[in-house]
């Protein structure tokens, strides 16, 4: 039988990212996926003929562009396009533009507030200096504070230095920014609630917490602190969808001599002695591996792959309190033609790009307040694209789909688990909502699919659905993430490690998780580093 | 004109311990309050002919050093009462009761969880205990003895080990549900063993970042966290504070409320050179000492003219909305709750973790839940003084109540709640309603107007990571001394921050002394 | 909200005086100044240049902000926002200011116009409203407006603006002070005027309702027709404010609120503004940094430059000797002075390196092929154009 030196479970991106860098470096690895397509999260599905939706993440900022450039994934097919003119919609069908020019969103900001017109400049040169420093921690392994090796002082000394640099105002400045509430922070610098709202909105995406929660503020800077082309807080596309990172990754890996097995669903890992030595497959097969790399979310990884007594004791207790809690949505709708939104003027840039149903920071509370009651809103935070109008590679000539990502959606409900006709029920939540919106809407759908936290943790085995592989509050951050002493990718059993977005930095698809974990593996073998150590662009 | 060395505004417990401590180091103190009593938020008063009550019912955190180093013993002061136990009050009787011994009225998984967890709590209160009698140095600064600080609690937070130092840094920040979940099933026990950690401030179970840092500083006092009515009450304390600062020479103004904090300038700069009260009298001092909460302090008192403009909208931006309302009940003889003997506990009325969490969402939105959840002691159960012979009074904590009420405060938003109070207290104590003699409802304005602390917050401003320790009330002010030479805080506001501990008082009397 | 122009909402807006301005604008020769459409030149940007220091031109000012200040706290607040005693301001007097961050960190600069007991205005390069809101906290007896909409503002600059304005009829122009205010009926309304600008010559700015803005411009233009009256654009000023020394947001500073990296902004004192600082006046924002900034004396000192050759030194780094080791310093505008033929600069310079050599390393263009060069730089202390006509009262007439 053969035996491999390197086993990852789960074709995420993320896996993808870290068996590529193992093969680069020489090894023998393996991808295993129990899916017939890989991906994970990141994928194109054509689930209706003629329609390719990127049926779970659906837009791209986070992906380092120094894995870009050094996995060559240009060459491997993959073109990040940015989108403009993002719109949110407030309750009272009031609408702000996110116009691409400084100037033009100047002047519908201030249609909207002239003090908060001028509070925008401030508001953005103080989040892009927080996105700054937390982006230097994005390709490094966190230091352990426990720790007296060299190597984690040297990292805590190197953060120590960057965090200094801020001056002494801004060290303080950001320390209260990590730990307060989205809503408070926005207070700092707004007084108009639609551009509050617009503003907050990144604060929820993906996470058990409200605008008004602590730590809201921190959300907010992760899903801005990523960037295309150094334009900090711009999102992409993925020309063919998402699915096209999964791909160009994959071909980087299979270039570098990998292999990857799709229908492959891991049954378990196999351990000898406190050391991983394979894993079990689910058709009955066992593979061999000196190294066996999990991409899954820790809590799934420690309470399905292995067995209680196979694990020191705290770490089981650790994997069950993980907090990885289900509540986002996604519908996904194929359109015969562009749906039109009230109150909006009818240019090719802005009718288009993304929708942002905020409504305010109320009704954005309230959503999680529903949430937190075991349903879902019927006013709910809906952010939406429509991928088709920029990218002709995923819909029929003159049709289109949209993308609609729903917080918040409870992982299961106050009356019991989900069954396909509530979930029909919340899709039908969100048709309303969009109908309200863009009269004519629903005569226009020609396909739509439905995903809860069920349904998404079925298919692509994220537990509960939580897109970022667990909750990203401070005890689950930088080196608590994904328990504390465990925050550099080495896990409690020998020769086993995890790369997914449980581990440092996190959700989004940023590769970064897989990337470092890559690095930590290549350096307890002892070889040479290939996975870059940095970004690639000066500030 | 009498000319001091220190002129304190406000007689709350923290303005008499920093007063005490100033005197005695030979200091002339003037006190001023604008109330006819001393105390602040301690203070006692008649809310019904006979019945006397203070907005702060029980003490459990404050500190035995400064009771020491005060001599209140020889005040009268005496943290002797026996310690309340907490009660999950349940309706058909079937309570929880917590202790210093341990936890009853639940399974035997969670009572053993119960050593553990609490095991757990007091190593890191014991870590960090020394740090809120200390002044938190600024980041910025170099000074050795500042480092040091710094040192001390690396080494501290190092030596606990390993395990226990990587997990007080996850569990720092945990909401309290988060924490409880993990290790209990019982929902009255984790309501009623969240308590401390979030009342008084504008949070909920699941607010991350700040309710366990609440909970190990509540911790702290003589008897582990655990609540007290001291003898001779609360009135009891306070007098003993007030003979402390007198006693030591400390003059003690009360009725003088302050209506300017003066400050003059020249061309090195401005300092504060002493108070005008509303009176229009001026009083010089080589420096003022100011216990009011940060926004009336600098907003109000000193005016935004002399301070910079940064600074001033960090000071408005604090988040000062009090969120707990009292209920005061004269009661015609003593209150009977089903399923206890006596009702001499501190009885907690929250079934589980989402109660309390759905209270909170009400008041998010500037409302009144319609299911409150509540704290309630009858102190005079423990001193028998505070009512006529034979009655009884209760004292409740109440929340979510918010000061600035959608529609605001009328009549009958009042009567609306507080027949709401009496009719829950009615499942617990059937019959109370009949005994009610007279019912007092303070919600936050109130509390606002009567002790004259912005938004009626416990704490003066929130107890949160962004407002705690070096950067309480902001990083301008936190170490006592404020932006204007010659004026400091010592109140609530400050560092380590509100409940009756003491330590601001002391920790702000020490900056002024070294 | 219905669009019959689907770009509406991105489209710059166009000052009041754009229907006289655009058919002189021969090449559409538009950039931006505050989402206003703003012309870079009109004919020649040479020609406009010498509009300014040989006969006069006009400068469209409608983009700058103009803040309405009124009520009895107007004085305080003002007086503790910006570092210059506003106290001694006297009725219908103007006066350059600028304003710091708690830190000391510059804002922007401006100019406040006293026109009465309690009401002033403000004028500045980029929107305050912001910073104007969080400044009056605790002012009651205030209000601030934004009346930039309202108000136009047009800059007439050069050695015969004088004798154009009294051709216009307003009478005793020519008595008016620098940084005095007059005011004449016009058309039923106030045309206010203002001894003051932006050219380092002679000068005035008027103000009028904006209803009446192309009425101005036409009584203007036609009183102007024999004095050589022009318009000129962003390029024209720019080199004559350099000449004179004036410095610019985004060129000499980085608006402190704007500033992402650490003291990446200046301070007055390194802008060699400490003349604006006065510290015998009332409390006032970044008092406290700004004298310990002023008794350590700045790290930079802004500079004017004398630069040998004739190559613009743009975005040079300044060296201590000539093989370019150590930097001590960056040029932050420069250009050829056609008035002084000198080669001219601004640039920060580290203080302790001002009393010794400075180089600048020159890359410089020709015909497709970049060069480099190293020059020697002379520190001037004197503006490189300041006409005695600019400060004279009586005003010349050419």
């Not at chain 1, 449980?502 to 580093?529: F, Q, Y």
């Not at chain 2, 009011?292 to 403009?309: K, Y």
């Not at chain 3, 021969?26 to 040479?46: H, I």
Request: charged residues 25%.
């Amino acid at each position: 039988m053969k035996r491999y030196d390197a086993i990852v479970i789960g074709a995420g991106h993320n896996g993808l990212t870290n068996a590529a860098y193992l093969a680069r470096a020489g090894l023998d690895v393996v991808v295993l996926e129990k899916n017939d397509y890989i991906g994970g999260a990141a994928v194109t599905r054509e689930l209706h003929e003629g329609w390719h939706y990127s049926s779970c993440s659906y837009v791209c900022s986070m992906m380092r562009q120094s894995l870009h450039r050094d996995l060559d994934l240009s060459r491997h097919g993959l073109l990040l396009v940015p989108y403009l003119g993002t719109v949110a919609f407030g309750d009272d069908g009031n609408t702000l533009i996110d116009y691409p020019d400084e100037g033009a969103h100047y002047l519908e900001l201030q249609r909207h507030s002239p003090h908060d017109a001028d509070a925008m400049s401030r508001f953005q040169a103080d989040l892009g200096r927080y996105a700054q420093l937390i982006r230097k921690t994005l390709m490094r392994t966190p230091p352990d504070p426990a720790s007296f090796k060299p190597r984690d002082i040297r990292e805590i000394l190197f953060l120590a230095k960057e965090f200094w640099a801020l001056g002494e105002r801004e060290l303080y400045e950001y320390m209260r920014f990590f730990t307060m509430s989205a809503a408070d922070f926005l207070e700092d610098y707004f007084e108009n609630d639609l551009i509050k709202a617009a503003m907050a909105s990144p604060g929820i995406i993906g996470t058990a917490l409200g605008v008004q929660s602590p730590g809201s503020a921190y959300i907010l800077l992760h899903h801005v602190m990523g960037d295309v082309d150094g334009s900090v807080g711009a999102w992409g596309l993925a020309r063919g969808g998402m699915g096209a990172i999964s791909h160009a990754i994959a071909n980087a890996l299979r270039e570098a001599g990998g292999e990857i097995r799709t229908c492959a669903g891991v049954e378990r890992i196999l351990v000898r002695n406190g050391t991983t030595v394979g894993v079990a497959l689910e058709n009955g097969d066992e593979l061999h591996a000196n190294i066996v790399v999990s991409n899954l979310d820790a809590k799934r990884t420690f309470t399905r792959l292995l067995q209680p007594e196979e694990l020191p004791p705290r770490i089981l207790e650790r994997a069950r309190n993980f907090k990885i809690r289900g509540s986002s949505g996604k519908v996904n709708i194929a359109l015969s033609g562009l749906p039109r939104f009230k109150g909006l003027p009818d240019n090719r840039y802005i009718n288009r790009g993304g929708q942002t149903f905020a409504g305010s920071l109320e009704t954005m509370e309230r959503a999680y307040d529903a949430w937190k009651r075991g349903t879902w809103s019927e006013d709910p935070f809906i952010e939406s694209i429509i991928p088709s109008a920029w990218d002709p590679t995923v819909a029929p000539a003159g049709k289109h789909w949209m993308s609609n990502f729903v917080q918040y959606c409870p992982p299961e409900l106050a009356d019991g688990p989900w069954t396909p006709e509530k979930r029909d029920a919340f899709g039908q939540t969100v048709i309303n909502k969009l109908e309200r919106y863009s009269p004519g809407f629903k005569d226009l759908i020609v396909h739509m699919e439905v995903r809860t936290p069920h349904e998404i943790e079925a298919e692509i085995g994220l537990t509960q659905g939580n897109i970022f592989q667990g909750e990203l509050t401070i005890d689950q951050l930088l080196f608590n993430r994904p328990f504390p002493g465990y925050g550099q990718y080495r896990m409690p059993l020998r020769n086993f490690y995890m790369c997914g977005s449980s581990t440092h930095p996190g959700g989004g698809v940023s590769a970064a998780c897989g990337a470092n974990a890559a690095r930590e593996i290549l350096r307890d073998l002892k070889k040479p580093n290939v996975v870059p150590d940095d970004d690639c662009y000066d500030e | 004109m009498d000319r001091y060395d220190t002129i304190i505004v406000g007689a709350g417990h923290n303005g008499l311990i920093c007063a005490a401590y100033l005197a005695r180091h030979g200091q002339r103190v003037l006190l001023v309050e604008a109330a006819d009593a001393a105390g602040g938020l301690a203070s006692t008063r008649e809310f019904h002919p006979g019945f006397h009550v203070a907005a702060a019912h029980t003490v459990y955190q404050f500190s035995p050093q400064i009771a020491k180093e005060l001599e209140l013993a020889k005040h009268g002061y005496a943290d002797s009462g026996k310690p309340l136990s907490t009660i999950g009050l349940d309706p058909e009787g079937n309570h929880v009761a917590i202790t210093a011994e341990g936890v009853s009225g639940v399974d035997a998984e969670d009572a053993d969880r119960y050593r553990r967890y609490r095991a757990e709590l007091e190593t890191f209160r014991d870590a960090l205990a020394p740090f809120w009698m200390k002044r938190m140095p600024g980041i910025g600064g170099n000074s050795a003895q500042e480092l040091l600080t710094f040192a001390q609690l690396g080494l501290r937070l190092r030596r606990l080990g390993r395990e226990d130092m990587l997990e007080f840094f996850r569990v720092a920040t945990l909401p309290m549900r988060d924490l409880l979940d993990e290790n209990f099933a019982n929902d009255r026990l984790k309501a009623a063993l969240s308590w401390d950690g979030i009342i008084g401030g504008r949070l909920a179970p699941r607010s991350p970042n700040q309710s366990v840092l609440m909970l190990l500083y509540r911790l702290c006092g003589e008897h582990g966290g655990q609540h007290v009515v001291p003898q001779a009450g609360i009135r009891g304390l306070i007098d003993a504070l007030v003979a402390a600062a007198t006693g030591a020479g400390a003059q003690l103004r009360l009725g003088a409320a302050v209506k300017q904090i003066l400050v003059e300038g020249d061309e090195s700069g401005l300092r504060a050179t002493g108070v005008e009260l509303a009176s229009g009298e001026r009083i010089a001092a080589d420096r003022v000492v100011s216990s009011a909460d940060p926004q009336r302090t600098f907003l109000e008192l000193v005016g935004t003219r002399h301070l910079e403009i940064g600074f001033s909208n960090r000071i408005r931006r604090l988040r000062c909305e009090g969120y707990v309302a009292k209920l005061h009940l004269a009661l015609a003889e003593e209150p009977r709750f089903r399923g206890l003997e006596q009702a001499d506990g501190r009885m907690i009325i929250a079934p589980d973790l989402d109660a309390i969490e759905f209270a909170f969402d009400d008041a998010k939105y500037g409302q009144c839940s319609s299911d409150p959840v509540m704290e309630i002691v009858i102190p005079s159960l423990r001193e028998p003084a505070l009512a006529p012979p034979g009655q009884h009074l209760l004292s409740a904590h109440v929340m979510y109540v918010p000061a600035r009420l959608k529609g605001g405060w009328t009549a009958d938003a009042r009567e609306a709640l507080t027949s709401r109070l009496l009719d829950e207290l009615e499942r617990y104590a059937p019959g109370l309603r009949k005994l009610v003699l007279h019912a007092e409802l303070l919600t936050p304005a109130d509390l606002e107007t009567l002790h004259g602390v912005t938004g009626g917050h416990w704490h003066h401003t929130e107890f949160a990571i962004d407002q705690l320790l070096m950067m309480r009330p902001t990083y301008e002010a936190a170490q006592y001394a404020t932006p204007i030479p010659g004026l400091f805080l010592c109140g609530a506001g400050s560092h380590p921050g509100g409940g009756l501990s003491g330590a601001p008082g002391h920790n702000a009397a020490r900056v002024i002394l070294s | 909200m219905e669009h019959t122009d689907p770009f509406a909402g991105e489209r710059l807006k166009l000052s009041p005086f754009h229907a006289r301005q655009a058919p002189m604008n021969l090449r559409d020769a538009w950039s931006s100044w505050n989402s206003y459409k703003f012309a870079d030149y009109y004919y020649d940007a040479q020609y406009e240049y010498f509009c300014i220091r040989n006969t006069c031109g006009t400068y469209d000012i409608c983009p700058m902000q103009k803040y309405e200040i009124r009520g009895a706290d107007a004085l305080a607040m003002l007086n503790r926002m910006v570092t210059r005693d506003v106290a001694k301001l006297k009725l219908d007097r103007v006066t350059y200011c600028c304003w710091c961050t708690d830190e000391g960190r510059m804002i922007d600069d401006g100019t406040i116009f006293r026109l009465g007991d309690d009401h002033y205005m403000l004028t500045c390069g980029s929107p305050c409203l912001a910073w104007l809101r969080q400044s009056a906290l605790g002012f009651t007896e205030l209000t601030v407006r934004d009346i930039s909409e309202e108000r136009a503002g047009l800059s007439l600059q050069g050695p015969t603006a004088c004798a154009v304005l009294k051709a216009m009829g307003l009478a005793a122009i020519e008595q008016l002070k620098p940084f005095g205010i007059l005011h004449f009926d016009f058309r039923g309304d106030t045309l206010m005027v203002s001894r003051t600008g932006f050219s380092g010559d002679l000068g005035y700015e008027l103000w009028i309702d904006r209803s009446l803005a192309l009425d101005l411009w036409d009584a203007l233009y036609s009183a102007g027709e024999h004095h050589g009256i022009h318009p000129y654009g962003e390029a024209a000023t720019n080199m004559a404010r350099l000449e004179a020394g004036f410095i610019m947001p985004a060129m000499e500073f980085n608006e402190a609120l704007k500033t992402v990296n650490f003291q990446l902004d200046q301070t007055p004192f390194e802008l060699n503004l400490g003349w604006l600082v006065d510290f015998r006046k009332p409390h006032f924002n970044g008092r406290s940094a700004l004298l310990r900034e002023r008794d350590k004396g700045p790290k930079y000192t802004l500079v004017k430059l004398d630069i040998e050759g004739n190559k613009p030194a743009n975005d040079a780094i300044l060296y201590a000797d000539r093989r370019c080791k150590g930097e001590i310093g960056y040029v932050t505008s420069a250009m050829w002075s056609p008035a002084a033929k000198a080669n001219i600069a601004l640039a920060m310079v580290r203080t302790k390196y001002l009393a010794g050599d400075i180089f600048a390393e020159i890359y410089y263009p020709k015909e497709l092929r970049p060069y480099r060069k190293v020059a020697r730089c002379t520190v001037r202390d004197k503006p490189f154009w300041a006409p005695a006509r600019t400060r004279q009262t009586p005003a010349p007439d050419r």
